[in-house]
T-cell receptor, first 113, second 116 residues
Framework: EAQVTQNPRYLITVTGKKLTVTCSQN?????MSWYRQDPGLGLRQIYY???????DKGDVPEGYKVSRKEKRNFPLILESPSPNQTSLYFC????????????FGQGTRLTVV | AQSVTQLDSHVSVSEGTPVLLRCNYSSSYSPSLFWYVQHPNKGLQLLLKYTSAATLVKGINGFEAEFKKSETSFHLTKPSAHMSDAAEYFCVVTPRGASGTYKYIFGTGTRLKVLA
């Protein structure tokens, strides 16, 4: 089954404790991205990757890191989480061709206390 | 610059009545436009997409949307609401024909409530 898999689905952590949210897709998509969803703000892009070893900042990259060592994986790293990073996070992937829709993971609800 | 505006943050309809969720976009390029639905505690599911093949686009679960270039709109409609349609809906624009950066730009969402 074609899917984007995120782990974990839920995470509660403390301020400053490094964490990684994993994202994996099995559709051989070139393009992957991370979004955060906050009430009233919709989804905002954090980082995106056009292909292996190619990453770039989205609209709200501060406090986040990503890597794209393999085509299927695109982990999101929070080196020193803070409470303002409490949010619902989505990973997405798509082909690079124009007009293609993005496929989304089930989301990771992160709480930083 | 591209942007998308969803004109209503909340819409309530009675079961069996029509649904209209409004979306306006701004794009320097000919856009691709999408509607996604998010049910509570779920990920985002594609409802339909416009990619210039036809201005009236049919999607899943009886939804459709019409691309109107003159009005820069892409409103989502359904003739008869069902209780299972209660969810949050996102209008999304993405540049078409642009090189370099690639981004899906989301509206702020419309929460649809269906009353029995």
């Amino acid at each position: 089954e074609a899917q984007v898999t995120q782990n974990p689905r839920y995470l509660i952590t403390v301020t400053g404790k490094k964490l990684t949210v994993t994202c994996s897709q099995n559709m051989n998509h070139e393009y992957m991205s991370w979004y955060r969803q906050d009430p009233g703000l919709g989804l905002r892009q954090i980082y995106y990757s056009m292909n292996v070893e190619v990453t770039d900042k989205g609209d709200v990259p501060e406090g986040y890191k990503v890597s794209r060592k393999e085509k299927r994986n695109f982990p999101l790293i929070l080196e020193s989480p803070s409470p303002n990073q409490t949010s619902l996070y989505f990973c997405a992937s798509s082909h690079r061709e124009e007009n293609t829709e993005a496929f989304f993971g089930q989301g990771t609800r992160l709480t930083v206390v | 610059a591209q942007s998308v505006t969803q004109l209503d943050s909340h819409v309530s309809v009675s079961e069996g009545t029509p649904v209209l969720l409004r979306c306006n976009y701004s794009s320097s390029y000919s856009p691709s436009l999408f509607w996604y639905v998010q049910h509570p505690n779920k990920g985002l599911q594609l409802l339909l997409k416009y990619t210039s093949a036809a201005t009236l686009v049919k999607g899943i679960n009886g939804f459709e949307a019409e691309f109107k270039k003159s009005e820069t709109s892409f409103h989502l409609t359904k003739p008869s609401a069902h209780m299972s349609d209660a969810a949050e809906y996102f209008c999304v624009v993405t540049p078409r024909g642009a090189s370099g950066t690639y981004k899906y730009i989301f509206g702020t969402g419309t929460r649809l409530k269906v009353l029995a």
